[in-house]
C-alpha cells in the first residue's frame, strides 16, 4: 500500500518506503522537508492525490518517525513559542517604523529555522530589523518572507461566502488571473462586496464555471434585439444563459420566456419598449466605486510562491 503526507495549503506528497517504521492511515508523523523536520499527517494514495501528483510531481520525503506523546507535548510548546515571537517580531517592526504588516511566525520542528511571513506594499528595507531579531533568536535561522494578500489568506485560513474552506487554503496550488470581465460575462452584480473575497481581490471561482457561460451563451440573442416567438414579434428583454432561457417583451406588451430553440432572430423594427434590467448591478443600495473595482483586478504580487 502505498502512502502519502499532506502539509500546509493541503499539498501530499509521496513517502519514502521505510521497513522499520509502519504506518497507518491518520497518523501523525515527523517527515523531513527542504524546511526541516515538519509534522504530517499520513493518508493512503488515492485517484485524487494520484492525479494531484501528475501536475505537481511533489518531492518523495523521508519518515523520520511516528509522534510519540512527547513530540505533541513539543509540538503544543512548539505554538506557544511561535506566539511569543510574532509579538518579539511585531514590537521590532514597530520599533524601526517599517513598512510592513507581519501575518504569521513558523519554527520547524526541530527549532532549527524560524520564519516570519510579512505582507508589504513595496520592498522593504529590514536590514537592520534582522540584525536585531539575530540577537533575539540566538541559534536559529531566520527566514524573512514577503507574501501577497492572497497567500496571507491562504495561511490565515478560513470560511469564504459558499460556506467551505477558502479554495486556496485548501486544492488551489496556483493562482489564475481574475478580472471584472469574468464577472459580467456570468451577470453577477458589479459590487465589491459580492465579488471579492477576504484577500481584498476578485474570487477565485469566478474562474471556475466561466467557460460554461461562454459555451451557454452562443446562439443567444443580444439583449434588446427583435425576434420572433411562437406568439409573435417581440424584444429580447433579459437572459438566462445555464438554463438556455430567454424572456422576451411581445407587442402586447405581456413578457414571456423561451428556449432559445423557440425564437428567431429578425431584421425588423419592433413597436415594443423595453427597460433592459442592468444585471450587473442587482443590488441599487451599493454604489459601484470604480477605482475599487480596479484595485480588486490589481494581482500584481497578490501571490508571490513564497509560502
Not at 72 to 96: P, Y
Not at 147 to 155: A, F, K, M
Not at 225 to 251: A, H, R, W, Y
Amino acid at each position: 500500500m502505498k502512502y502519502a503526507v499532506k502539509l500546509i495549503k493541503n499539498t501530499f506528497h509521496p513517502l519514502k518506503e521505510n521497513e522499520n517504521i509502519k504506518l497507518e492511515q491518520g497518523q501523525k508523523i515527523l517527515v523531513l522537508t527542504e524546511k526541516g523536520e515538519e509534522v504530517a499527517e499520513v493518508f493512503v494514495v488515492n485517484s485524487s492525490i494520484a492525479k494531484q501528483w501528475e501536475k505537481s510531481k511533489p518531492e518523495e520525503l523521508s519518515v523520520v518517525r511516528i509522534l510519540t506523546d512527547d513530540d505533541k507535548q513539543t509540538l503544543e510548546k512548539l505554538k506557544t513559542e511561535e506566539a511569543e515571537s510574532f509579538v518579539k517580531c511585531q514590537a521590532l517592526i514597530e520599533k524601526h517604523k517599517l513598512g510592513m504588516h507581519l501575518v504569521q511566525c513558523k519554527l520547524t520542528f526541530d527549532r532549527r529555522k524560524i520564519t516570519f511571513y510579512y505582507t508589504a506594499p513595496e520592498r522593504v528595507d529590514f536590514r537592520e530589523l534582522l540584525k536585531d531579531l539575530t540577537q533575539t533568536f540566538k541559534r536559529i535561522r531566520i527566514d524573512l518572507r514577503h507574501i501577497g494578500v492572497r497567500d496571507e489568506t491562504s495561511l490565515l485560513e478560513g470560511c469564504g461566502i459558499c460556506g467551505k474552506e477558502f479554495c486556496c487554503c485548501s486544492f488551489m496550488r496556483k493562482f489564475d488571473s481574475t478580472n471584472i470581465k469574468l464577472a459580467k460575462d456570468q451577470g453577477m452584480p458589479i459590487a465589491p462586496g459580492k465579488i471579492s473575497g477576504t484577500c481584498g481581490r476578485l474570487l477565485c471561482c469566478l474562474n471556475y464555471e466561466y467557460s460554461n457561460y461562454i459555451e451557454a451563451a452562443k446562439g443567444m440573442p443580444p439583449l434588446g434585439s427583435s425576434v420572433m416567438t411562437p406568439d409573435g414579434l417581440g424584444k429580447v428583454f433579459s437572459l438566462q444563459f445555464l438554463n438556455s432561457k430567454i424572456l422576451v417583451k411581445l407587442e402586447d406588451g405581456k413578457t414571456k420566456e423561451y428556449v432559445k430553440q423557440d425564437i428567431e432572430m429578425v431584421d425588423a423594427e419592433v413597436n415594443v419598449e423595453i427597460n433592459i434590467p442592468n444585471q450587473n448591478n442587482q443590488y441599487g443600495d451599493e454604489k459601484i466605486d470604480m477605482k475599487q473595482l480596479k484595485q480588486l483586478e490589481d494581482d500584481r504580487n497578490s501571490s508571490t510562491g513564497n509560502v
